[in-house]
């Protein structure tokens, strides 16, 4: 059973994807277009609210339930899944962690984990999962442009912001909203099998992507601290030579301490991933932009070794290069 938790601010896009995926995984199951363990139960879902009640989207449209969460049959391998809200600032964060349905429904996330269930979760959603426990100790991602306000509320779960999904001790976390498609692939993957998540993902034309560094808006994460933003002017200004911690401390007048405690706390990344992105995003713009060859991108760039280079950018792109420079045409 997969069950999805929604409450209120729910954002309809994830649910109505998360709906979608399971609605075909099931269809073509029945209709034997893809492998399934035998002993696997039908695909079947419900959708769910703390007390049964319908509750409002973040648009404020009314949204229909078939009960209330409860974990009475709740058993090993079933999936409870929280789609992501609309609670896109970290005060609108605060507000839902703040709230009294908010409360219940992570003290019974926690409760079917302990009975074997998966938990699930996308966007904003990360955060109800984080609050209950299930990921202290874990890595977890979230909505890219909310990393800096996760890493600081839960410094004990490992933020890997690149990634659309990261599955952490049976729990699974998802980035921005509609990262609720590639959590739905990975989870039908686990609950049915691979290549039915494969079959659906052809059936829906949805891409299997693997990160969400592509759609990283560098200006929105370093808003807060100008240091940040000195330290970019520099690296941007010394694209071509390597660089030091303690240049980069120097850029931002302070220590190289206090720099790689303030990049972890306003970026949830360390320093020289910070700057591994700063060359990424100078890279992007070059190849979407000039006929330069891959090689000499890469030495612009501060790579001697184009190999090196690929390796770096597809990390952090969510694709390679030659990829990305055929967007041009």
Known sequence: MITHVVLDGVAEGPLGVGL???AAAARLAEAGLAPVPRRAEPLRQRVVSLDGESVRSGTGRPVSVDGALSLRGVKAGDVLLVPGLSAVSERAIERLLSRDDTARVLELLARASAKGA????SCSATFVVAASGLLEGGSATTTWWLVPVFARRFPQVTVRSDRMVVES?????????????????????????????????????LDERVSQSRYMVMEHLRVADPALSAVERFVAANLGRQ??????????????????????????????EFVQRVRVAHASHLLETTHESVEAISARVGYADAAAFRRVYRRYAGETPRGRAARKR
């Open 20 to 22: 979608d995926a399971v």
């Open 118 to 121: 998966v938990v699930a979760a």
């Open 169 to 205: 001790g049976g729990v699974f976390t998802a980035g921005s909203a509609f990262a609720h498609a590639d959590l739905m692939l990975a989870l039908l993957a686990r609950v049915a099998s691979p290549s039915l998540a494969h079959l659906v993902a052809r059936y829906l034309v």
């Open 243 to 272: 660089l030091s911690l303690e240049e980069l401390a120097r850029a931002a007048a302070t220590s190289t301490r206090t720099l790689a405690r303030r990049v972890q706390a306003g970026l949830g990344m360390t320093p020289l």
